[in-house]
């Protein structure tokens, strides 16, 4: 599975999904089709996160249908099915294996960025979890993998050798600053670096009736602007970054997106 070389030190930034009903007459004109929103969407941002994947293996023309949608550049990371990182069992190689495949299109056109593993904040730093990593990056060797962890155990100099001798690269993240969950953590530990932005509503992070309640926060530019070091030093060691906002609620996502690419554009 070999993808076609990106230009180098490239920044990408987007958003976690583009597919939202509730960024109708916020990004999206109203009444905009479900059809038509990538292609609407790609006309100011040349990356986005695949979330669906999460919840239903995608299937390679599904795919192949989205990367027709854009123009050529533009970069789709996917976030691996569930059962590679919240479930455990017996289909663990035959879904990488499926994963794999529905992946091709995107590997042909150049247009992977990268498989997004975002673990829950169960998933502790110990030699079991230490071991499904190595088992996933051996189902998937060819493929980019960046890791996300929520739990702090991870925060430490043995890990970053760790992900780096296996090739796996850290997530950076913005969340709030609440004990146990990993803080504004910036690592470099494979050639694509990657930071996805959650919001730091701390009241719902834990207590939410809807899970969109977590992610429902726009950054200030001073908030946006702590994370300027940080992006230039990824993108200085980096063959590719990505940036993703996730806080997504009325497409607050995209607000922050744009609000960042002007911030580096002044820098």
Known sequence: MAAKKVAANQIYIGTSGYSYRDWLGYFYPPGLAAKDMLPYYA??????????????????????????????GFIFAVKAYRTLTHERGDSLAGDSRQLRQALQPLVDRGQLGAVLLQFPFSFRNNQANREHLIKLKDLLPDVPLVVEFRHNSWVNDAIW?????????????????????????VRCTAAVAYVRFHGRNAAKWWQHEEAYERYDYLYTPAELKEWLPGIAYLAGRARQVFVAFNNHYHSQAVTNARMLKDLLAGV
């Open 43 to 72: 006309r100011e941002f040349n990356f986005t996160e695949v979330n669906s994947s999460y919840y239903a293996l995608p299937r390679p023309q599904n795919l192949e249908q989205m990367a027709r949608k854009v123009p050529d």
């Open 161 to 185: 050798d760790f992900l780096q001798h296996h090739d796996l690269a850290y997530t950076c993240v913005d969340e709030p600053a609440l004990p146990g969950l990993v803080g504004p953590v």
